[in-house]
């Protein structure tokens, strides 16, 4: 056996949940472990610890991705009301990605693992189509309220206890209801920056889109600021790697993505990419192909699956039935943060190491391999449904011949 890779600062190894932290595990002692002498520092995220430590375990991570620029996650327990009963929680913790977000500032992008046999319903996409989405503000901090019929209902802003700007929403005759949403220059600026940073590290042309034409003043402002931040400090970087940045009206988007080829990133606002991101993933065929990376204008990164923590899986293993839990993009967390530690430390043999690995798993289900879920949509004649584990081991048979 060839001499283990050699690392030289650590990944941010945060474990998780359920189903996938029983991934986790076997993803690093059959898949990492003996090939790379891994360097992590290792946070508990799992909803004990988490528990246990006041939730200052996820603050710890969040900090630690910041101080060395990579990190790698689980899934983890969103708790909601059953979950605070079923763990016996002292407190209902926010949701982990939301507290790293909030710290890192940063902006999620989601790509599709593609593989032959399953084929995206939108036949002319022949590469990845990943969505970028802005994950702060508009409807999702909107303030909300219904108004009575006669009434008036007035947008204003005070500045130093005065009236600045009033201005009429409506003038009601019947009942009706009203919306107020915000966004700040600062986020906008941070999401800029993360969509160009990205771009230039996958090399792939960045579209963003709105709807400035009618919304002049709100939309809009999402427009220049990236006009302004790529003409004063990216137009160079892109045309030196040869990639374009490219705005267009939202509609306009949706229908230039469907008829594309795909192989970009789109950027789109926080409803925008919501709604987009669930519709590219069922195109692209599989929630448990989607990988998810989160990404900060300073240029830190976060790595992880899409999907959840397989709850309904977790709970068949627990009763000792062997389930058929796809590894996939739980394994692309792992290559993502990997390959990026080797980009920036200068190790070429970690980086090689992590693009063999994501070869084998894409020619693992390419051969016919795959889970359960994949094999109920792939078009492959010999497909062999596996529970997990023997998935997995196929999988280090395939990279043990690469
Ligand atoms: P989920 O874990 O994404 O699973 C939903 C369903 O999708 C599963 O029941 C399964 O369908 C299928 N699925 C998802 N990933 C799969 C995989 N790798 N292999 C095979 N099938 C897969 O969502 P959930 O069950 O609604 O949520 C469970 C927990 O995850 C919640 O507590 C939530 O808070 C948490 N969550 C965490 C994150 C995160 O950490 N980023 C994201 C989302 C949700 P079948 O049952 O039909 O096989
Ligand atoms: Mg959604």
């Known amino acids: 056996m060839n001499e283990k890779i050699k690392m030289s600062v650590p990944l941010v190894e945060m474990d998780g949940d359920e189903m996938t932290r029983v991934l986790w595990t076997q993803i690093k002692e059959r898949l990492l472990l003996p090939y790379i002498e891994l360097k992590t520092e290792y946070y508990d995220l799992g909803l004990e610890n988490r528990d246990k430590t006041g939730d200052k375990v996820t603050r710890d991570a969040a900090y630690a991705i910041k101080k060395y620029g990579v990190g790698v996650k689980c899934a983890t327990i969103t708790p909601n009301a059953d979950r605070v009963k079923e763990y016996n929680l002292r ?77 009429l929403i409506h003038s009601f005759d019947g009942a009706g209801i009203i919306q107020g949403m915000h966004n700040t220059v600062k986020s906008i600026s941070s999401f800029a920056r993360s969509c160009f940073n990205f771009a230039l590290g996958e090399g792939q042309d960045l579209w963003f889109s709105s709807k400035d034409t009618i919304s002049k003043q709100y939309d809009h402002t999402f427009k220049d600021i990236f006009a302004e931040i790529f003409e004063n400090e990216y137009k160079e970087k892109f045309n030196e790697k040869g990639i374009t940045y490219y705005y267009t009206l939202i509609d306009d988007a949706v229908a230039r993505v469907i008829r594309s080829e795909g192989g970009f990133i789109w950027a789109c606002k926080n409803y925008d990419g919501d709604v987009m991101s669930d519709m590219v993933a069922n195109a692209f065929g599989d929630l448990a192909m989607m990988t998810s990376v989160l990404v900060s204008p300073d240029g830190a990164y976060e790595y992880e699956a899409a999907h959840g923590t397989v709850q309904r899986h977790y709970y068949n293993y627990l009763k000792g039935i062997p389930t058929s839990t796809n590894p996939a993009a739980t394994i692309y967390a792992w290559t993502g943060a990997l390959k990026k530690r080797g980009e920036l430390d200068g190790i070429a043999s970690l980086t090689d190491f992590a693009a063999k690995l994501e070869k084998a798993v894409v020619m693992t289900v390419e051969n016919g391999y795959m889970t359960k879920g994949l094999c109920a949509l792939s078009d492959l004649e010999n497909k062999v449904s596996l529970n997990t584990d023997a998935f997995i081991s196929k999988i280090k048979e395939t990279l043990d011949t690469l």
């Open 91 to 167: 407190e209902m913790w926010a949701s982990p990605n939301g507290t790293i977000r909030a710290v890192l500032d940063g902006t999620v992008f989601r790509s599709p693992i593609t593989v032959k046999g399953i084929e995206p319903y939108v036949k002319t996409w022949r590469k990845p189509i990943t969505i970028a989405r802005h994950a702060y503000g508009d409807v999702y901090k909107a303030v909300e309220a219904k108004v009575p019929e006669k009434s008036e209902a007035y947008i204003t802003v005070e500045k130093d206890g005065e009236v600045i700007t009033k201005k």
